[in-house]
């Protein structure tokens, strides 16, 4: 191989690599506030946006964020339309179709009660009898869904699970903790709700990618997600929230 020959390579490949860090990974983000969403000026908002971009700045990944209903955006990813998604759960049927990240948050679900109410909770058999609100098509893990200790009834919005609250339809609302405090805060009912301390539920969230398309990448995320988590990080970008 001659100089000019040797030149031409190293030229091409300092092209490639520039070229491969230029590419950039579009993720769908949805209306989960205060985690995720549209502010008034179209831009993304909410802390999960603070921590997935933060991952990808230290991973030295390009990213760029595309607001859509959460149906589109899981069947664009699961498509390749799209790269991925978040926050998004990991249940046994979607691991056929998607890689993940490490857990980039810990999302604890809690009963929403009547501020009058007599109810706690410990385990599942304190709700015995009960009616408990939960969002229509939502999955809450195998143990609460197929539970035969109280009756469930589905809403399509939290809006709509409040309302049955406050007009007695339901006993409590089972939902993400700071999502609920914003809904009910935004609707003035917050002084009128208890939120009782035991999570029934903790899940994990995370960033879902097309199945076997972006291991490399989800290598260099995880790193730095573990790295946010070791160090404080993620959990004071969260507690800015609360």
Not at 19 to 32: E, K, M, P, R, S
Not at 104 to 132: H, M, S
């Amino acid at each position: 191989m001659n100089r000019k020959t040797i030149v031409i390579f190293v030229l091409f490949s300092f092209f490639l690599a520039n070229t491969v860090n230029a590419q950039y990974i579009a993720l769908g983000y949805v209306d989960f506030p205060p985690y995720e969403f549209k502010n008034h000026d179209g831009k993304p908002q909410g802390l999960l946006i603070t921590i997935v971009e933060t991952v990808f700045q230290r991973s030295n990944v390009n990213l760029v964020l595309k607001y859509l209903p959460f149906k589109r955006a899981y069947l664009s990813t699961q498509r390749g339309e799209i790269d991925g998604l978040f926050n998004f759960y990991k249940t046994k049927n979607r691991l056929v179709f998607f890689d993940y990240t490490e857990p980039i948050i810990r999302n604890p679900l809690t009963l929403f009660v009547r501020k009058n109410a007599i109810l706690k909770f410990n385990t599942l058999e304190d709700l015995k009898g009960l009616k408990i609100g939960v969002m229509r098509g939502y999955s809450y893990g195998t143990v609460f869904d197929e539970s035969p200790l109280f009756m469930k009834e589905a809403a399509d919005s939290h809006e709509s699970n409040f309302y049955k609250l406050m007009h007695r339809r339901i006993d409590a609302y089972l939902c993400d903790k700071l999502t609920g405090i914003h809904v009910a805060t935004k609707n003035n009912l917050m002084s009128e709700l208890v939120i009782l301390p035991k999570p029934v539920i903790i899940m994990d969230g995370y960033i879902g990618f097309t199945k076997g398309k972006h291991r490399k990448v989800i290598k260099k995320l995880n790193k730095a997600i573990i790295e946010m988590h070791q160090n404080g990080e993620i959990e004071k970008i969260v507690n800015q929230y609360k």
